[in-house]
Structure formats: structure tokens, C-alpha cells
């Protein structure tokens, strides 16, 4: 089942994309492209694991255990933060987007439609 | 567009783009195979180098410092833009209405979830705290314990107290916290360069692995970060909270 991890990212990052299209609403639009990210998250996890290796906390566990690659998970950690600011600038922009247009289907966003 | 050729363009575009990243999977280490060099050497010299437990903490807050720094900015900016978004139209005037002027009523919240959010409150704080200063030890750091951090007086919305919530942490008093933590990472950094000779460079003394006080510069660096994130997270989300209760239509002249 090697390939699992990277067909879940696939499919989250496909998935994602078709709400992003299919969406008539666009905090669902917004929700769709967290999920587009989420499977980065998944494919730097995915990348760094090594088989039976313990987390890079060596807190309790001696400095010699085998254990998964540090980069990715602070890599994750960025994307992380990147996401939340993506997603809360989207949500902004969503707010006046209603308050201007009364209306969060995409659809009725007239100006973009010229 | 219509949604239909919209969806079909779609299709076509999926079923290419799934072929690619099958095609690109495929190039990759096979699962829990991965042999990176740089992970490798951080596994294997992180704790004795650096005296940090948590080698995600001290990559962040360390050896990768000047991306954190970049990081740090980006949250900053991204604040900037949301507060420049929401800031009040010229048709707009802020102000609880009347009703609502004394304290803004939760729909719905019961007197337990009143209470609930209230208790919170100090459970968060210490939290967080903790979560922001062990950060070199085990799980956490500035990133994570901040958002905790944020998340005390967002409990005291849910207490039903937004106004008060205002009166206990103005705009002012966020938007400073904000950016006195963003200062205060770059200082961390400059102080490297003038203590050392290195930007970001450690200039602290290291400590025994596993104290609090270890891992020289990482913890206050985790701590500047720790003030900038709950300060951006509260500014960002005391402008969407003022969007749903204090702004207001003015009404036609």
C-alpha cells in the first residue's frame, strides 16, 4: 500500500479543484481551496515518512532513534500558516464581495462578468 | 460560461491533470523510503548542536530561522490586507445596536456555554503559554501556542461578552501586540548579527537539553512569534466579529 498516502493527496487535490469549479458559493469556493492545500500537507508528510520511524522529538526517546525527516513537517507547519492567511484574506474579500453584490454566488458577481 | 461546458472543461482537465500527477507520484521515494540528506543530518546533530528536543521547533526557529522571518511577514502583511478590506465604508458607521449596546447576545448561547466560555478564559491563557515556551522541548512553539493564545478572549465572545472583550483588548492594543512581535523575531535576528557577527545566527548560551531555558535563541524567538500570532489571529478576527455585530449601514441621507 505504498501508494496510498500520494493517491489520497491526488485525490484531495482533484477533489478540491472540482468544488472550487462546481461551487455556486463562494465560502464554499474558499472551503474547496483549503482542501486543494490540504493534500500538500499530505504529499510533505507522505515524503518524509520513514518506515518505523519515531517523530523528530527526541524529548523521551534517545538521540540515536531512527525517525522521520524534520524538514517536511516544518514545511507542513508554513503551509500551514500560509492557509490560514490565504483563507481569512479570502473570507474578506467574500464579506464586501456580499455586502456589495447581496449575494455570494459567484454568479451574480456582475462586474466580474464584463 | 455556462456551468455545464464549465464542468466538462473541467473533466478534461482533471483527467490530464490526474495523469500528471500519477506520472509525477510514480518519481518519488517509494513510502516511508525517503532519504533526505538534510532531514538525516538534523536527525542526527539537532540535539546536540542546538540543545532543543524538538527538532521541528529548532528547524523552524533555527536552522531555517530566515524562512520563519519571511513566514512572519507574510501572516503580518496578510493582516494588513484584511483589516485594509474591512475597514469601514464611507456608508458605514461602526456601533452596537441599541438593543445590543449594553452586551451582544449570542443566538442561542445558553448560560452554560455562558459560563463555559468564561472558565476558558484562564485554562487557555495557561495553555498556551505553555505550549509557546516548552516549544523547544516537545510539540509547539510560537505557531501553535499563539493560536491558543488568540482563542482565550475569542471565549469570551462566546460568553456573550464581544463589547467587553473590546474594552479588555482595544484594536490598539492588538495591533500593537502584532507588530511588536513581528519586530521582536527581526530583533532576535538583528541581535545575532550584533552579538555574533550572523544574522539570526544563535547568541544565546544553550542550556542542558530538555530545560526550559535551553536552546538559546529559539525560545525567544518562539515567544516573539507566540505574541505576533495570537495578536494577528485576534486583529483579523475582531475585524470579521465587527463585520457581523458593529458595522452598520448608514442610512440614507
Given amino acids: ?114 | 460560461m455556462s456551468r455545464c461546458v464549465r464542468l466538462s472543461v473541467f473533466a478534461l482537465a482533471a483527467t490530464v491533470l490526474a495523469a500528471v500527477l500519477i506520472v509525477g507520484f510514480a518519481g518519488l521515494p517509494a513510502f516511508g523510503h525517503f532519504h533526505g540528506v538534510d532531514g538525516n543530518v538534523i536527525d542526527g546533530v539537532g540535539v546536540t548542536e542546538r540543545h532543543a528536543t524538538d527538532l521541528v521547533t529548532a528547524l523552524n526557529f533555527d536552522f531555517r530561522g530566515f524562512d520563519t522571518l519571511g513566514e512572519e511577514f507574510i501572516l503580518f502583511g496578510s493582516v494588513l490586507g484584511i483589516v485594509l478590506i474591512l475597514r469601514e465604508l464611507r456608508d458605514e458607521h461602526q456601533g452596537p445596536r441599541l438593543e445590543e449596546a449594553d452586551e451582544h447576545m449570542l443566538g442561542g448561547a445558553s448560560e452554560a456555554l455562558r459560563l463555559l466560555g468564561l472558565i476558558l478564559v484562564p485554562v487557555l491563557l495557561a495553555i498556551g503559554g505553555y505550549i509557546v515556551v516548552h516549544g523547544q522541548i516537545t510539540p509547539g512553539g510560537g505557531f501553535q501556542g499563539g493560536i491558543v493564545l488568540a482563542t482565550a478572549p475569542l471565549s469570551l465572545f462566546l460568553a456573550g461578552r464581544y463589547l467587553r472583550t473590546r474594552f479588555v483588548a482595544p484594536h490598539t492594543m492588538l495591533e500593537v501586540g502584532e507588530a511588536v512581535g513581528a519586530a521582536g523575531y527581526a530583533m532576535v535576528g538583528i541581535a545575532g548579527l550584533v552579538f555574533v557577527g550572523i544574522f539570526l545566527k544563535n547568541f544565546l548560551p544553550f542550556g542542558i537539553p530538555g530545560h526550559l531555558l535551553s536552546a538559546g535563541q529559539i525560545d525567544v524567538a518562539s515567544l516573539a512569534v507566540g505574541v505576533e500570532v495570537s495578536g494577528a489571529f485576534l486583529v483579523a478576527w475582531s475585524e470579521f466579529l465587527d463585520q457581523a455585530i458593529m458595522v452598520r449601514r448608514r442610512r440614507a441621507q
Fill in chain 1, 1 to 114: 500500500m505504498s501508494f496510498l498516502p500520494f493517491a489520497v493527496a491526488a485525490w484531495l487535490f482533484i477533489a478540491g479543484l472540482y468544488g472550487i469549479v462546481a461551487s455556486r458559493n463562494l465560502v464554499r469556493t474558499i472551503l474547496s481551496l483549503t482542501i486543494v492545500q490540504s493534500a500538500t500537507y499530505v504529499v510533505l508528510l507522505g515524503v518524509g515518512y520513514r518506515n518505523g520511524g519515531a517523530a523528530p522529538i527526541f524529548a523521551d526517546i534517545p538521540a540515536v532513534t531512527k525517525a522521520v525527516d524534520p524538514v517536511v513537517q516544518v514545511l507542513v507547519l508554513t503551509d500551514v500558516v500560509i492557509e490560514a492567511t490565504v483563507t481569512a484574506l479570502l473570507l474578506a474579500l467574500a464579506v464586501q464581495a456580499h455586502k456589495r453584490f447581496g449575494s455570494l454566488d459567484p454568479n451574480d458577481l456582475r462586474v466580474l462578468r464584463d
